[in-house]
């Protein structure tokens, strides 16, 4: 008897485009049930067993237990990544409070990470709302991620990139995001269909370079780019690497209550 499909939790973020598109689109369509939701959502569709599978924000695996990791692919960058973004009116070290964009979680993590260890500096944070005039009104400095971040101008503010900044830190690779998996359903067989599916994404990229410059508005070079240079979408032994350090400062900076090893699927 055929399996019932796979219920995923997906992200419409443009970085998440590759390792989606293929789910809906590819060969192994039918194998899939996806729902786009919000990245945080992911998570708590994951933790309360509404999905079977997700990109999680990579903070997430942390905090949530039973969780298998898919090989092979990630939302990850080397710096610049241009989509994760400290905007301040005020030199960094005169930072005193950070509004954090609440549809953010691991973003939230790293840029104390990054305030705390690179700059020895302990600022307020403030959850708000993704609105950057307003963010800047109440504070300093704004967390601002995801598409938004892509297509801003940010005149007379100091820009600073949060993937270059960790770069610059560890020389590590950030991992943002990856395809985790609740325990009881994660069975090896998964792993060709995602892989394979991811496989398919860029196959078509040309395809999805159109699409997404129509429906984000940006230009399909500045899509291209961002998608081929500034993301990086495999998980290799670096990666890894970077992000088992990820999770070691996000624990001694009191973020998690532990820092677990990497589980993965197979």
């Known amino acids: 008897m055929s399996r019932p499909p796979l219920r995923v939790a997906a992200v419409s973020y443009l970085n998440a485009v590759p390792l989606v598109w293929g789910l809906v689109h590819g ?15 992911c998570a708590d569709a994951l933790r309360d067993g509404k999905a079977d599978a997700g990109i999680i924000p990579s903070i997430e695996y942390q905090r949530i237990p039973n969780l298998r990791i898919v090989p092979g692919l990630s939302i990850s960058s080397s710096g610049p990544v241009r989509s994760v973004l400290l905007i301040s009116g005020v030199p960094v070290e005169q930072i005193r409070s950070v509004a ?4 953010s979680r691991t973003s939230a993590c790293l ?16 959850p708000h709302a993704p609105d ?4 800047l009104r109440e504070c300093d400095a704004a967390l601002m991620i995801g598409d938004p971040a892509l297509a801003a101008d940010f005149p007379g503010l100091s820009v600073y990139d949060l993937a270059d900044e960790w770069r610059a830190m560890t020389g590590l690779p950030f991992v943002f995001a990856f395809w ?16 394979e599916s991811a496989a398919f994404s860029f196959a078509h990229l040309d395809e999805i370079t159109r699409s997404e410059s129509a429906r984000t508005g940006l230009p399909e070079s500045l899509v291209r780019s961002y998608l ?33 090893p990497l589980d993965f699927i197979g």
């Open 132 to 135: 950057l005039l307003a963010m």
């Open 27 to 41: 060969p192994h369509r039918k194998l899939f049930q996806v729902d786009f939701i919000l990245p945080s959502e």
């Open 228 to 260: 081929t240079e500034n993301i990086d979408f495999s998980f290799g032994e670096k990666n890894c690497e970077g992000l088992r350090r990820f999770y070691a400062l996000a624990h001694e900076c009191g973020l998690t209550n532990e820092a677990g």
């Open 100 to 103: 954090l964009d609440t549809s």
């Open 180 to 195: 985790a998996v609740r325990a009881e359903a994660a069975t090896p067989d998964l792993i060709q269909p995602f892989q």
């Open 111 to 126: 840029v104390q990470i990054i305030l705390q260890r690179r700059y020895q500096i302990s600022p307020r944070f403030v």
